[in-house]
């Protein structure tokens, strides 16, 4: 408790702070502000766990399906391809239409 | 909504991953190799796994019956410009029925012949290669349907 009978104003005014200059306080806000968003989103993550974990699950399931899929159709497309392509190389038939469709190119 | 764009992106990130994933373990590199060089003797060596000797054997059917595939090629190669001809030249309706009854008797010459030539390669295949070798092709052969328009050159 103050006992003095000075004017709180002059002592306000008269003080005077002379903090210690600090070349790391920069990076160490950042760091602590880094700190906080990481927190941030693992406390989100904790937060909503189910509903990320079941999306993620449903990604990887969806991802792996597509992924067979699109391969399963590109062998299905390269076998009838090839299975085409043979027979045009052993069927007469397919030979002699071959031909006529170059003359008629021509 | 930053942490929701995160967790959206980690998703779809892992939605991608294991897209790429299964296309690689599941595709068949060997079948989509012989595609792009569009050989087809490869795609047989690979998609019904003969050995070597298997290979060579059906490689030297192929090539004997390269013989008799040239003889039917030029056989209903000229009935059908024989029927062009005719049918151009406005000849009567029994004359282009007769020329239509032997380009369709060559043809099943031909699909007899390439049917049989497909039997004798399936028995040179593995056990069950043979059949599924068969369940492939046989079909194609039998709803084989003519396309395009036939020759008028007899010299081919």
């Known amino acids: 408790m103050n006992t003095s009978r000075e004017p709180l104003s002059r002592v306000l005014q008269s003080w005077r702070i002379a903090p210690p200059g600090d070349p790391q306080f920069r990076t160490a806000v950042w760091a602590r502000l880094q700190a906080a968003r990481d927190t941030r989103w693992a406390a989100?993550?904790?937060?909503?766990?189910?509903?990320?974990c079941a999306a993620l699950a449903l990604a990887v399931v969806a991802g792996g399906w597509l992924g067979q899929w699109q391969a399963h159709?590109?062998?299905?497309?390269?076998?009838?391809?090839?299975?085409?392509?043979?027979?045009?190389?052993?069927?007469?038939?397919?030979?002699?239409?071959?031909?006529?469709?170059?003359?008629?190119?021509? | 909504m930053k942490n929701l764009l995160l967790t959206f992106l980690l998703v779809l990130a892992a939605g991608v991953l294991?897209?790429?994933?299964?296309?690689?373990?599941?595709?068949?590199?060997?079948?989509?190799?012989?595609?792009q060089e569009r050989d087809a003797m490869k795609w047989l060596r690979t998609e019904f796994h003969l050995s070597d000797a298997q290979f060579a054997a059906i490689a030297k059917l192929h090539k004997d019956y390269s013989v008799?595939?040239?003889?039917?090629?030029?056989?209903i190669g000229s009935a059908r410009a024989e029927l062009a001809a005719?049918?151009?030249?406005?000849?009567?309706?029994?004359?282009?029925?007769?020329?239509?009854?032997?380009?369709?008797?060559?043809?099943?010459?031909?699909?007899m012949a390439i049917g049989a030539h497909l039997r004798k390669v399936a028995a040179s295949m593995p056990p069950g290669?043979?059949?599924?070798?068969?369940?492939?092709?046989?079909?194609?052969?039998?709803?084989?349907?003519?396309?395009?328009?036939?020759?008028?050159?007899l010299d081919e």
Not at chain 2, 87 to 98: C, D, F, M, N, V
Request: charged share 25%; net charge neutral; with cysteine.
């Open chain 2, 86 to 111: 005719a049918e151009k030249s406005g000849q009567p309706a029994a004359t282009l029925a007769t020329l239509r009854r032997n380009v369709a008797d060559r043809e099943l010459a031909c699909r």
């Open chain 1, 44 to 52: 989100y993550m904790r937060q909503h766990a189910a509903a990320s």
């Open chain 2, 68 to 75: 008799e595939c040239a003889d039917h090629c030029v056989a």
């Open chain 1, 73 to 106: 159709r590109r062998a299905a497309q390269d076998r009838e391809m090839l299975a085409t392509t043979y027979l045009a190389e052993i069927d007469a038939r397919v030979i002699a239409d071959n031909r006529a469709e170059t003359h008629a190119h021509h």
């Open chain 2, 18 to 35: 294991a897209a790429g994933a299964f296309f690689c373990w599941q595709s068949d590199n060997a079948l989509h190799a012989a595609a």
């Open chain 2, 129 to 153: 290669e043979g059949e599924r070798y068969l369940q492939l092709l046989m079909p194609r052969i039998e709803n084989y349907t003519h396309r395009g328009a036939p020759t008028v050159r």
